[in-house]
């Protein structure tokens, strides 16, 4: 089966429970010893997989002494080797700083090894290859595995019918995989296995491991009955009515002639006389004749010549204005000029003040 793994998710859950469990551990203390990592935690396999990060730690350490210079195959030397080995086992000395770290990547192993076992069994043996994996090694290391405890003890198997007594790694996680697939009812649920951890800090499974939806073989609208299909409704042949035909009605022998229609004459309206209204003829006296302004944009003349011109008398206008009404009434006819005529003698009272300004003006201006 195929995982969706959110590594990320899976490393913060991981720093985020060291810190309080390594804070609520280490309050007196300044170091953690070997019988006290097997009790760590409520959750024994926990405490194995730090174990089990020690030890593979330690594998590597101990490869570090071999020397090109001595014989590591003689008996002696391996039994030696091997006593000393133990002898270390039972002294365990970690400080918080370097165990802070083992606690943080045994949470990231646990929970692969709960959710995504094919992952976790497939990342263990490509750390203990080099380039080969021996039986005993993988005999080792199954000691600190409970949760699926099946795969590497079929993979053991495996080797030992065989009649290998060490693999390469590529060979090694094809009998993972093989394990995996013939024993899928063995795989043991994630939720059941982690629930001791989530109690600590609660989370979700599907945080960390996303799993594909189960294929559908068949879809479920198949197995639903079909409905039963709804009956036509039965066809009543209607029979077509048969009208008796219309016999048309008999021509009279006789018409008789419309009458003819005579418009009535209209009277003739003759138009009435239209009385001629006559207009009594005023005698229009004579209008005298006014000496016109030089106007203020013609040239000066000479101040002997300003002098000498005269402004009509008020008199001579007064009687004008009086010769203007006769006039207009000679052109137009009956017309009522009544306010004309207050409006037009206003205006010729503003015209002539007006006059009388531009001349007073220019007489000033030929004085200076």
Not at 118 to 145: G, N
Not at 237 to 245: I, Y
Not at 308 to 322: D, G, H, L, M
Not at 326 to 333: E, N, P, Q, R
């Amino acid at each position: 089966m195929e995982y969706t793994v959110n590594q990320q998710n899976i490393q913060k859950y991981a720093e985020r429970l060291t810190n309080d469990l390594c804070r609520m551990f280490f309050v007196n203390k300044a170091f953690i010893s070997g019988p006290e990592i097997l009790s760590f935690n409520p959750v024994n396999q926990l405490n194995l997989l730090i174990v089990k990060n020690i030890f593979l730690n330690w594998q590597k350490e101990a490869l570090k002494l071999k020397s090109p210079y001595f014989d590591y195959e003689d008996e002696g030397v391996k039994q030696a080797l091997k006593t000393f080995m133990n002898k270390l086992s039972n002294h365990i000395k970690v400080y918080r700083y370097d165990f802070e770290p083992l606690v943080t990547k045994s949470i990231c192993d646990f929970i692969l090894l709960s959710a995504a076992p094919q992952d976790f069994f497939t990342k263990e043996v490509e750390a203990l290859a080099s380039p080969k994996v021996p039986v005993t090694l993988l005999k080792e290391f199954s000691k600190y595995i409970r949760v699926n405890k099946f795969v590497m003890e079929q993979v053991v198997a495996e080797i030992e019918a065989s009649g290998y007594t060490e693999t390469f790694g590529g060979e090694t996680i094809r009998f993972v995989m093989k394990s995996l697939n013939e024993n899928p009812d063995k795989i043991e649920a994630a939720d059941a296995a982690l629930k001791g951890l989530l109690e600590q800090l609660p989370a979700d499974v599907t945080d960390f491991v996303c799993m594909p939806k189960p294929l559908v073989t068949r879809p479920a609208f198949l197995d639903q009955p079909k409905p039963e299909p709804e009956k036509e409704p039965e066809y009543v042949p209607v029979t077509k009515p048969v009208f008796e035909k219309e016999e048309p009605a008999p021509e009279p022998f006789f018409v008789a002639p419309e009458p003819e229609i005579v418009p009535e004459p209209v009277a003739e309206i003759e138009p009435e006389p239209v009385a001629e209204i006559e207009v009594a003829s005023e005698p229009v006296a004579e209008v005298e004749e006014v000496v016109e302004v030089n106007s203020v944009w013609e040239e000066p003349a000479a101040e002997t010549e300003i002098e000498a011109i005269q402004v009509p008398s008020v008199e001579a206008q007064s009687e004008e204005r009086k010769l203007k009404p006769v006039v207009l009434h000679k052109i137009y006819g009956d017309v009522d000029f009544a306010g004309f005529e207050l409006g037009l003698d206003a205006f010729m009272r503003d015209l002539d003040h007006v006059d009388a300004k531009l001349f007073q003006a220019r007489h000033d201006v030929e004085r200076l």
